[in-house]
C-alpha cells in the first residue's frame, strides 16, 4: 500500500487560498488520490477524487503532476469554517475490500 | 435525505462490561464499514459488510470485537469485556456500491465509548 506523507499542521487566514501537498512516492498504477475533511465530532466527509492532471468541484481543486508522486488540494479563499483535520489517502479500494487508509492528516486552522 | 446515524453518541462503561453500538446505514447503501478513531488520528478499518456478508473482519483487535449485520441494512459493533485501550471513536461509513471505482463513503458522527 502506497503511504502518505503530509504536513501535520498549517495555520492560514480566512480569504487566503490554501494548499495542502501530500507525497505518496509508492503510488501504484491502480491508485487514485482521495482527500476527506474532518470536523471536529463529526466522521470524515469526502471532499474530491482525481487519478491525473487536475480535478476541480465546487469545493476544491486538486492537483496531481504527471510522475503522480505527490499531489496538492487546493481550497480557495478559505473561511474559519474551513477549520478542521485533512486526510489524504491513496489506493484502491477495490483491491483493498472497499477499506479507506487514512493516515494522521493535516489539521488546518483557519484565523480571521 | 437522511445520512449515516449512530447511537449512542456516547458511551460510558466500566472495564469489563460488553457494549452495543449501532449504525444505520443509508438506505439502500450496499457496503457498511466500521471504523476505530484514536484521540489525534484518523481512522483505522475495523470490518467491512456488504450486504449481510462481512467481507473483511481483518482489523478487528481482538475476539472481543464481533460485528454483525444481519439483514443487510442496520449494523452492530459488539465489544465484549471492554478494556481501558478500547476508548475511542467508532465510525460507521456505507456506500452505495461495492468493488467499483465509487470510492465516496458516507460517515457516521460516531459513538465516544470512554472505558473506566
Known amino acids: 500500500l502506497a503511504k502518505t506523507t503530509q504536513p501535520i499542521s498549517m495555520d492560514s487566514y480566512e480569504g487566503q487560498e490554501v494548499n495542502i501537498t501530500c507525497s505518496h512516492n509508492n503510488i501504484a498504477t491502480n491508485d487514485y488520490i482521495t482527500w476527506y475533511q474532518q470536523f471536529p465530532s463529526q466522521g470524515p466527509r469526502f471532499i474530491i477524487q482525481g487519478y491525473k492532471t487536475k480535478v476541480t468541484n465546487e469545493v476544491a481543486s486538486l492537483f496531481i503532476p504527471a510522475d503522480r508522486k505527490s499531489s496538492t488540494l487546493s481550497l480557495p479563499r478559505v473561511s474559519l469554517s474551513d477549520t478542521a483535520v485533512y486526510y489524504c489517502?491513496?489506493?484502491?479500494?477495490?483491491?483493498?475490500?472497499?477499506?479507506?487508509?487514512f493516515g494522521q492528516g493535516t489539521e488546518l486552522s483557519v484565523k480571521p | 435525505g437522511a445520512g449515516v446515524s449512530q447511537s449512542p453518541r456516547y458511551k460510558v462503561a466500566k472495564r469489563g462490561q460488553d457494549v452495543a453500538l449501532r449504525c444505520d446505514p443509508i438506505s439502500g447503501h450496499v457496503s457498511l464499514f466500521w471504523y476505530q478513531q484514536a484521540l489525534g488520528q484518523g481512522p483505522e478499518f475495523l470490518t467491512y459488510?456488504?450486504?449481510?456478508?462481512?467481507?473483511?473482519k481483518s482489523g478487528l483487535p481482538s475476539d472481543r470485537f464481533f460485528a454483525e449485520r444481519p439483514e443487510g441494512s442496520v449494523s452492530t459493533l459488539k465489544i465484549q469485556r471492554t478494556q481501558q485501550e478500547d476508548s475511542a471513536v467508532y465510525l460507521c461509513?456505507?456506500?452505495?456500491?461495492?468493488?467499483?471505482?465509487?470510492?465516496?463513503?458516507?460517515f457516521g458522527p460516531g459513538t465516544r465509548l470512554t472505558v473506566t
Open positions: 459488510f456488504q450486504n449481510e456478508a462481512q467481507l473483511d
Open positions: 489517502l491513496v489506493g484502491d479500494p477495490p483491491n483493498q475490500g472497499g477499506k479507506l487508509i
Open positions: 461509513a456505507s456506500s452505495l456500491t461495492s468493488g467499483t471505482l465509487d470510492y465516496e463513503q458516507y
